[in-house]
């Protein structure tokens, strides 16, 4: 099936822009959406199809996606940023959801 | 909102059932999806089923094992989970699709299946 790799961790000071990456087969021509989980809490969407937002979700976080790469960009990161993110995408071959092993992003 | 229960300590090869109590949408409307995730992992997705409940579909880990279904006129999602295995213990959470992409737009908190002798 189709396989969404993710870097294990990224480290961002608050007030940096913090970008975790997505990578998948050709991955230019999926549809992206990323989740946040924060501890103990149940995932969030906070990106879909790529780079729109949910209502309520700030400007702050942004997604794009070219072709080996998707990317979620959080500007101005800060303490309650703090938390796993997974990307996932709908594998065609298996028509399921996929997800991505997940980022945990600390916030220095 | 989404609610689930029926979570549990359970011995192996036995079976429970999830519930999952919608509320503010149009239940019937909707694809459903359970998704699961083992202590210190990540998410796996387990289950869907589609808006009316004409289509199933399942994760090849649990297929032959694991059932979904809804009732429309309970607004609630159930999976029935049946010849559990250690591997299985996991958090469940329920999940809404997105209308108009298959993004998962609604969670619910997750109830915690413990598969343990």
């Known amino acids: 099936s189709y396989v969404l790799t993710q870097p294990p961790s990224v480290s961002e000071a608050p007030g940096q822009t913090a970008r975790i990456t997505c990578g998948g087969n050709n991955i230019g021509t999926k549809s992206v959406h990323w989740y946040q989980q924060k501890p103990g809490q149940a995932p969030l969407l906070v990106v879909y199809?790529?780079?729109d937002r949910p209502s309520g979700i700030p400007e702050r976080f942004s997604g794009s996606n070219s072709e080996k790469t998707a990317t979620l960009t959080i500007n101005r990161v800060e303490a309650g940023d703090e938390a796993d993110y997974y990307c996932q995408v709908w594998d065609t071959s298996s028509d399921h959801p996929v997800f991505g092993g997940g980022t945990k992003l600390t916030v220095l | 909102q989404l609610l689930e229960s029926g979570g549990g300590l359970v011995q192996p090869g036995g079976s429970l059932r999830l519930s999952c109590a919608a509320s503010g949408f149009t239940f019937s409307a909707f694809t459903m999806t359970w998704v699961r995730q083992a202590p210190g992992r990540g998410l796996e997705w387990v289950s869907a089923?589609?808006?009316?409940?004409?289509?199933?579909s399942y994760a090849e880990s649990v297929k032959g094992r694991f059932s979904i279904s809804s009732d429309n006129s309970r607004n609630t999602l159930y999976l029935q989970l049946n010849s559990l295995r250690v591997e299985d213990t996991a958090v469940y959470y329920c999940?809404?699709?997105?209308?108009?992409?298959?993004?998962?737009?609604?969670w619910g908190q997750g109830t915690l299946v413990t598969v343990s002798s």
């Open positions: 089923i589609s808006d009316g409940g004409t289509r199933t």
């Open positions: 999940a809404k699709d997105n209308l108009e992409s298959d993004a998962l737009d609604l």
């Open positions: 199809d790529d780079s």
